[in-house]
């Protein structure tokens, strides 16, 4: 008896011992779902090159990256989410929490996260409110950062920049001094800002606006929707769709041989399967995009090269784990801890040269936006590949294309 | 506009139609509120999909496979789950609910939750009254039509048609002139959700296939029975044309609220049921069994 109770003591302690020898990272996603695994798999990229190179330098002692795989569920789910952070830090004990896609979700999972004092790196969610909360309550929130993708207003700043490129293109080729453009936005949270700003800029940009239309996320039908926009005479379809009707809209404004392009957000068409998804109708639609094999930093052709090898997929802008863990070893490095209020002052001091961005932070936490670091790139689906386009500048972009008119 | 209005509410009422009378159907013969319904039409454009992509038998085989495979399986399902429970109909529901679920869950395990696409049956298209309109959604209009005269033909000119519509009139009566009441309820299963899982197969190429997809079409497909009837085949139809038609002019005639299609939709179910409860074409509660 006396032997168990020593031998089980003596495995407790060995276990608690292990246990200090690693850094656990809890890789918040919906890992049924394209975003949660690009998550889980940018995170291995980022732990398999650490833990291969000895780990991560924690004032002198090595430490091993421990990655815990949490299932938020978010996209049917807030709930689902909010006991997944519950989970990792009650039950799995994690150091950090990195993730997140859904707005709606990661602001419930924001505040289980700064309830435990935990940094939380935000790969996926752009609603400002996330750094407006940074703001108004730095003592609650300064644990939240956003590595990708920038706030929804800094989104818009770089779609209203790739569609002036576009405006110009098509004042050009088509000879007309204002382009027409339809705004085709699903009804959510994240697009009310951006249609407003849409709605108020682009005359200003000597754009004429035909028309908003607003879908659900998950329509699968919008011919409707297309057939007015063909009716308005729209020569650019200004996307704002995160959900399924991404899919849907690209799909049939091929069908339709629309002579309208598709430029904005088209969160389904960054995957690599929306070509497949659209039964390869979606020639021409561009979108926001994040990684593809052009210098944005020198990390980002070999980091889209390694994952294309190791999945047979290119990344999608969730695959910034790993750019969020390699943060996490800069900073820990850098201060010999993992102490939180030292690695958020950290943070906040660094600029950090990732695969998807050169990134450093603003009061907010949110990512200070610039073109050819931050603001991402523009791509076009060109005969089933994605072309990267803008920022022009940036070695390895391709021409814009037009439908045949 | 009007034109554009005209003609994407014929296609669309197409497809609802197809869910609608098979619905209508099982709960007019067999009081089962079937809420697997249009879970068994996610189930054929699954199947579909993985015979066509997986296998390459063809759209033909590939279609008839998925429509005969999810029958046969919706047979079983129904001696299995809904058969030993059916006197009571709450428990139907639930069961019925619980069916759709678990379908769901196994698709996003074997599938995950990647929205997948198949090319169309026939491309290209043709303009009618000067709107563009794919020949996938022409041919979805062409089976919608020949399926629907199929079903009427079926009821209204075949014995079993008979004794469906005898069932459904008066289950007892039918019970003691020595109809096999079981079995005319599993035969209106199969027939039933034979035209969820062909709605299935011809939409597929037109909508993505995901874990899903069967509940939006389930929102409207309940909206169009209860409008047009609960039972009432006729009633379907038209409710179906109504629903499609309303959703249309919301699009058309409020572009920034084309989110509230389905809620126009549903608006107007509840209007008319406020002066017409039993709906457009419907027995009322207070004649029925």
Not at chain 1, 61 to 76: P, Y
Not at chain 1, 172 to 180: A, G, M, S, Y
Not at chain 1, 271 to 279: D, G, L, N, R, Y
Not at chain 1, 385 to 402: D, E, R
Request: proline letters at 3%; hydrophobic letters at 50%.
């Amino acid at each position: 008896m006396l032997r168990s109770i020593l031998a089980a003591a003596a495995a407790a302690t060995l276990s608690v011992g292990a246990q200090a020898q690693t850094i656990k990272i809890a890789i918040l996603g919906p890992m049924s779902f394209v975003q949660g695994e690009n998550h889980w798999a940018g995170a291995e990229m980022a732990r398999d090159e650490i833990n291969k190179g000895g780990g991560i330098n924690v004032g002198g002692k090595r430490m091993q990256v421990e990655l815990i795989r949490a299932d938020t569920n978010e996209i049917q789910s807030v709930p689902d989410a909010t006991n997944a952070v519950e989970r990792v830090i009650t039950r799995d004990k994690v150091d950090f929490l990195i993730g997140g896609f859904r707005s709606e979700a990661v602001l419930a999972m924001q505040e289980v996260a700064m309830d435990s004092k935990k940094i939380f790196l935000g790969v996926g969610a752009a609603h400002s409110k996330l750094g407006l909360n940074v703001e108004q309550n730095y003592e609650r929130y300064k644990y939240w950062f956003r590595v990708a993708p920038t706030k929804d207003v800094d989104l818009a700043r770089t779609l209203f920049a790739v569609l002036g490129s576009i405006g110009q293109q098509i004042r050009t080729d088509l000879k007309t001094d204002t382009p027409k453009v339809a705004i085709l936005a699903e009804k959510a949270v994240w697009t009310e800002a951006l249609v407003a700003a849409a709605q108020k800029n682009l005359p200003a940009m000597k754009m004429e606006v035909v028309g908003t239309w607003q879908p659900s996320a998950t329509a699968t039908d919008v011919t409707a929707e297309l057939s007015a926009i063909d009716r308005a005479g729209a020569h650019i379809v200004f996307t704002m769709l995160s959900g399924p009707v991404g899919i849907s809209v690209g799909r049939q404004m091929g069908e339709r041989n629309m002579k309208a392009v598709a430029w904005g957000i088209n969160v389904e068409g960054q995957k690599e399967e929306f070509w497949q998804a659209t039964a390869g109708k979606a020639q021409f639609v561009s979108t926001l995009d994040t990684y593809s094999e052009v210098e944005m930093t020198p990390k980002t052709i070999p980091f889209v090269q390694a994952f294309k090898q190791r999945y047979k997929k290119a990344p999608t802008y969730t695959a910034a784990t790993y750019d969020a863990i390699m943060l996490l070893k800069a900073v820990i490095e850098q201060e010999g801890t993992t102490n939180a209020d030292k690695l958020v002052a950290a943070i906040e001091k660094i600029e950090h040269v990732g695969t998807g961005s050169t990134a450093s932070w603003d009061k907010r936490h949110d990512l200070n936006w610039a073109v050819g670091k931050t603001a991402g790139i523009a791509v076009q689906w060109q005969d089933g590949k994605k072309v990267p386009f803008w920022p022009s500048q940036v070695k390895g972009m391709q021409p814009f294309k037009m439908p045949a008119r | 506009m009007l034109q554009d209005i005209l003609v994407t509410g014929l296609v669309n009422g197409g497809v609802y139609a197809l869910l609608a009378i098979g619905f209508s159907l099982i709960f007019g013969v067999a009081r089962i509120v079937n809420i697997a319904h249009t879970a068994f039409y996610m189930l054929a454009a699954y199947c579909f999909y993985t015979l066509l992509t997986k296998t390459g038998l063809g759209f033909l085989l590939s279609g008839v496979i998925a429509v005969a495979a999810v029958t046969l399986f919706s047979m079983l399902c129904y001696r299995l789950v809904i058969e030993p429970v059916r006197e009571h109909e709450s428990a139907v529901l639930i069961s019925t609910i619980a069916l759709a679920l678990i379908f769901q869950e196994v698709m996003l395990y074997l599938f995950g939750g990647h929205f997948l696409g198949i090319p169309s049956t026939i491309e290209g298209g043709i303009r009618i009254l000067g709107v563009s309109v794919p020949y996938q959604r022409v041919l979805i209009l062409v089976v919608a039509a020949i399926m629907l005269g199929a079903v009427w033909l079926l009821l209204y000119r075949t014995r079993l048609g008979l004794a469906i519509r005898a069932t459904a009139n008066d289950l007892e009566v039918a019970s003691l002139m020595g109809m096999n009441v079981n079995r005319v309820a599993m035969a209106t299963v199969a027939i039933s959700v034979g035209l969820a899982a062909i709605a299935g197969v011809i939409a597929t190429p037109v909508v993505s296939v995901h874990p899903h997809l069967w509940l939006d079409p389930l929102v409207i497909m309940l909206a169009i029975v209860v409008l047009g009837g609960l039972g009432s085949l006729k009633g379907s139809l038209i409710g179906a044309l109504v629903i499609a038609y309303v959703e249309a002019i919301t699009v058309f005639a409020l572009p920034a609220g084309a989110y509230l299609k389905g809620a126009v939709a549903l608006l107007i179910m509840v209007v008319v049921l406020l002066f017409r409860p039993e709906g457009l074409f419907g027995v009322a509660f207070e004649e029925e069994r």
